[in-house]
């Protein structure tokens, strides 16, 4: 079943680095107010792995790089490192604003964009599908770059909000297999910081922006995306 969530009102994303010290300050903090995504068993991060595509241009890469306020990237992601639950994803950006459209799909067709082929999606019902399939025969959109990290992630009923904890960011450099438990994986990170990120629809509740009253988060336009590919030439 598809979620798509491109007609909805756009949501809010705020970045930070933090270091890890005042990470773990905070989440003693968060603790008291909101509740652990029901994904954290036991209180522990969970992994997430995406594989990013981009098109002949890299433009999601260079419209990142570039400031451009509007803009597009299509990922598959997966959970704990697991076939179980895939999901193809469009995150669209408009300045501090996020639209997402996600569909479930199966290992099967999941392969089949990896390997960069798009036959039958144009007849697809879904429209992120569609989309796909417009953006691989038109843009030659492939697999870019893998990313993964560990997430422990924060919720609160209050304007949606959820705050994340996105730790130990990891590349697999010139790998695309998604589902491989032996890829290798570096850091692209080059100092000691890990990534915050706060969500939320129309406002930051106030009793929760408190919490973060002290942090000295540097606040940037983090793209995860844009950090895996640092050590690819483009």
Do not use: W
């Not at 949501?11 to 029901?38: F, Q, S, T």
């Amino acid at each position: 079943m598809e979620i798509d969530r491109a007609a909805l009102p756009a949501r809010h994303e705020l970045k930070y680095y933090i270091n890890p010290a005042e990470l773990e300050a905070l989440k003693r903090r968060l603790l008291a107010v909101m509740r652990l995504d029901r994904h954290c068993a036991q209180g522990r991060p969970y992994n997430v792995r995406s594989l990013y595509f981009d098109d002949a241009f890299d433009s999601a890469y260079y419209d990142k790089v570039d400031g451009v306020m509007a803009r597009d990237k299509y990922r598959l992601r997966i959970y704990n490192r697991s076939d179980a639950v895939i999901f193809l994803e469009r995150k669209r950006k408009l300045g501090d604003l996020i639209q997402k459209s996600s569909l479930r799909i199966t290992r099967r067709l999941a392969e089949q964009l990896i390997s960069g082929d798009p036959r039958g999606l144009y007849r697809a019902e879904a429209p992120l599908l569609r989309e796909m399939y417009a953006a691989m025969r038109t843009g030659a959109m492939r697999p870019a770059v893998l990313v993964e990290y560990d997430r422990l992630a924060f919720v609160h009923p209050a304007e949606t909000t959820r705050i994340t904890f996105d730790t130990r960011l990891r590349t697999g450099l010139s790998s695309h297999a998604l589902f491989s438990p032996d890829v290798a994986l570096v850091t692209p990170a080059d100092r000691d910081v890990e990534i915050l990120e706060v969500k939320f629809d129309a406002y930051f509740p106030s009793h929760i922006r408190a919490l973060l009253t002290g942090i000295t988060g540097e606040r940037c336009a983090i793209s995860k995306y844009v950090m895996c590919r640092r050590y690819q030439p483009l």
